[in-house]
């Protein structure tokens, strides 16, 4: 069944990076359809309740949310800005890092309390935290729409060598005080920090932008989705739920004419967008027409791990809300242990007590994720479950979450003494519940694993062979929100005026 309605955009798929190429185009005067395959708009921010706490599945916290900085101008640009419910993150603590030696160390939001806070613990590494900080904001220099700038002359793809800087070797080179060198990467789960490959100027984007302004999303991340669908609504833009894109059709021209749903109905446009993971989307739309060296090298890119996640609902007033995020470490390796699952498992704990609107004393729940690899539950990889295709998995499965969740509540009341007695109910969450409902390959945390021993190979450009094929997303630029959201500015430009965009976004200083 082809729907009559020529589109000039239909975009497949609702997260971050489908949403705001949405609202770009659509603000631009173009007609565009979103299609989400999933009951619930978003990917990654989807949220679920239980026992009357929200739960998000895949954001915690953003940054770049300070007036002025980045991000606060595109949300402003997109229209979201004004209407998010926000709260920020301690000033002199975002992030704490604690290290198998019982200390715990803050980050601090701006560089001035982020460099003071930790000279005062390694009086002796004052040089180290300077030159780390220092390279940081260097390097994100060199990338323009990130500074929200034309920028032509000193940018990554002027000099790609920074491309090619080893996260953690750069640090190691700073310091010898291996407690220090996993402080300053401690935060290293937002970006699946892994010391053979993870770049520097990943670290560089993501830590900056955190430095820059944290903040968490009161009652979820959800809202962001939500905004971003009033906003392309009110420019004349749809989105229709429910509709997995399975296939398209071509005309003689190789250019795709519909692009197929599941159900059978096919939407008609001009040129298409994919938000799903580049090499889903190369099964989508036909192995067949995507040229050979293309498909092989997507296809075979590393995914960066994925986790799993447990949530607590937790007894009234019986736990504190804390204003920050907590990495517990419980080794000083943090960075080689991704795929660690001896007894030691899991290596690195992110703690985080939600925030809500009801309550900021006491926490209503708690969130703590740690990394967990497809294979391990593979014995379950046959199986799909979500709300639109519901599927019991068998006891096996159901046991194998449970002994996960009592291994980190053990794990939690070594650091939280008393917290069992908190705790109302446990939920968890695999590596099969993000490939499920978010449709990234192997429940892949954060896509596509960047390495700078290979930077050109696993970076994805936004345009395809397919002449009116492109993609957005997370895998564009970086990861995050953040990056996710670049990504869509990215994908726009091909067809709206870069110059008078980034002109725009800049009108939002304050
Ligand atoms: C556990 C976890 C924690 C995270 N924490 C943070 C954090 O604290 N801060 C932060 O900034 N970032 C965080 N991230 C990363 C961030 O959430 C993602 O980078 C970002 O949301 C990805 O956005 P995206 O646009 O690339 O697409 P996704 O969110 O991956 O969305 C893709 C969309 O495409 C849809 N889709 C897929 N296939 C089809 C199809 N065939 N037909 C139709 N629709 C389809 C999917 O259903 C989905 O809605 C986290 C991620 C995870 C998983």
Not at 360 to 370: G, L, P, T, W
Request: proline fraction near 4%.
């Amino acid at each position: 069944m082809i729907q009559d309605k020529l589109y000039d955009f239909v975009i497949v798929g609702s997260g971050i990076g489908g949403l705001s190429s949405a609202v770009v185009l659509a603000k631009n005067g173009f007609s565009v359809l979103v299609l989400e395959k999933n009951n619930q708009i978003g990917g990654a921010l989807q949220v679920f309740s239980r026992d009357k706490c929200i739960f998000d599945t895949g954001v915690h916290y953003i940054g770049g949310l300070d007036p002025g900085e980045n991000l606060y101008r595109m949300f402003k640009y997109l229209g979201i800005y004004d209407s998010l419910k926000l709260k920020s993150l301690d000033r002199d603590c975002f992030d704490l890092i604690r290290m198998p030696n019982g200390v715990s160390y803050p980050h601090g939001q701006g560089y001035d309390s982020f460099t003071s806070q930790l000279i005062q613990q390694f009086p002796e590494e004052e040089n180290a935290i300077l030159a780390f900080c220092e390279k940081l904001k260097e390097i994100c220099d060199f990338f323009p729409l990130y500074n929200l700038e034309i920028g032509e002359e000193q940018t990554y793809y002027t000099n790609p060598e920074i491309l090619s800087l080893g996260a953690w070797d750069y640090v190691s080179s700073l310091t010898e005080n291996t407690v220090l060198r996993s402080v300053l990467l401690g935060s290293g789960p937002l970006y699946a920090g892994d010391q053979h490959s993870t770049p520097l100027y990943v670290v560089a984007l993501i830590m900056n932008s955190y430095i820059k302004g944290s903040y968490r999303l009161v009652d979820g991340g959800s809202q962001i989705a939500k905004l971003l669908v009033q906003e392309l609504r009110k420019y004349g833009g749809d989105i229709l739920k429910r509709k997995e894109v399975v296939g398209a059709t071509y005309g003689e021209d190789k250019k795709i004419s519909t692009v197929v749903c599941s159900d059978t109905t096919q939407y008609r446009a001009k040129n298409f967008i994919s938000n799903m993971h580049p090499s889903i989307t190369i099964d989508v739309f036909g192995k067949d027409k995507f040229r050979p060296a293309y498909r092989d090298r997507v296809q075979k890119l590393e995914n960066t791990v994925s986790s799993l996640m447990v949530y607590f609902s937790l007894k009234e007033k019986s736990f504190p809300y804390i204003n920050y995020n907590i990495y517990d470490h419980y080794s000083n390796d943090c960075w080689n242990s991704i795929n660690d699952r001896s007894e030691n498992w899991p290596h690195t704990l992110y703690v985080c007590t939600p925030t809500s609107s009801k309550n900021d004393e006491f926490a209503d729940s708690v969130c703590v994720m740690c990394y967990m690899t497809l294979d391990e539950v593979k014995e379950w990889e046959e199986t799909f479950n979500t709300t639109i295709s519901p599927s019991k998995r068998d006891e096996a499965y159901i046991q194998f979450k449970k002994e996960k969740e009592e291994q980190i509540v053990k794990r939690m009341e070594t650091r939280f003494p008393g917290f069992r007695a908190c705790i109302k109910n446990v939920y968890s969450s695999t590596p099969l519940t993000y490939r499920d409902y978010v449709g990234t390959p192997e429940g892949s945390l954060y896509g596509i694993k960047k390495d700078f021993n290979n930077p050109v190979g696993t970076t994805i450009n936004s345009k395809t062979r397919i002449p009116n094929l492109y993609l957005t997303g997370q895998n564009i630029i970086f990861h995050g929100i953040l990056g996710a959201t670049i990504g869509a500015f990215v994908t726009c430009f091909n067809f709206v005026n870069h110059l008078d965009v980034i002109k725009e976004i800049n009108e939002y200083e304050k």
